[in-house]
């Protein structure tokens, strides 16, 4: 199986998280900071356990019901037993709903990657279901090489693109200063906490008329 690796915007959609046990909790935790408009999540023994608190999330306490995913963008079959997360796998396919499984991922639409955030850095890992641990290993190896200033230096970049782009330079000056700044010691300097450092850098690198930004570039940086 080859999956198509893609990041989605769930802001105005619909979710629906079926069972809210150990595995269900991380898909909702993941949906609340993904800023999913609604979760909706079904378990006759909710209340039992304790979900986030977040306005988004919709419980259901009950057992599962083929029509619960109607409207619904994004279905996690998340409970323990093979029988239930099959019968919300079946409603999916014949609503043409998206739908991971946590007890046969290959019955499903979607398998999740390994994930290391840093800030609105994600780096995303899969092997398409064929190791998790392989997975697992190579997040771990990406996280020793891009730190939490990785972090503060994709908002730096942001912060830079805001400013450069509207000075109507050709793009081949655009992207010359762009990987200069990812080419020098900028991330250093950020791991460093080394403000006058990464000051001059930017002085160094930026059109002189990007110069009076700096200061907004970096607020909050350090």
């Not at 977040?54 to 323990?80: M, N, W, Y």
């Not at 972090?151 to 730096?156: E, G, H, N």
Request: proline fraction near 6%; glycine fraction near 6%.
């Amino acid at each position: 199986m080859r999956y198509f690796p893609v990041f989605l915007d769930l802001e105005s959609k619909t979710c629906l998280v079926v069972g809210a046990g150990p595995v269900g909790r991380r898909k909702i935790s993941t949906l609340i900071k993904s800023c999913a408009g609604t979760i909706i999540v079904i378990d006759p023994g909710a209340k039992n356990h304790p979900l986030p608190e977040d306005e988004s999330i919709q419980l259901i306490s009950r057992s599962f019901q083929p029509g619960d995913v109607d409207g619904c963008h994004l279905v996690f079959a998340c409970t323990s037993d093979h029988e239930i997360n099959q019968q919300v796998t079946r409603a999916c396919r014949r609503k043409n709903i998206w739908c991971n499984t946590a007890t046969d991922p290959a019955q499903g639409d979607l398998v999740l990657p390994a994930v290391l955030e840093r800030g609105d850095l994600i780096l995303a890992v899969s092997t398409c279901g064929a190791s998790p641990a392989l997975s697992a290993r190579i997040k771990k190896e990406l996280a020793s090489r891009y730190g939490p200033e990785y972090a503060s230096l994709t908002t730096l970049m942001s912060r830079v693109r805001k400013h450069v782009l509207p000075m109507g330079l050709p793009q081949e000056k655009n992207q010359r200063i762009f990987h200069a700044i990812l080419d020098s010691n900028a991330a250093e300097l950020l791991k460093k906490g080394d403000r006058q450092g990464l000051h001059r850098l930017l002085q160094s690198l930026l059109p002189s008329g990007a110069h009076n930004h700096i200061q907004e570039m970096i607020h909050a940086l350090f």
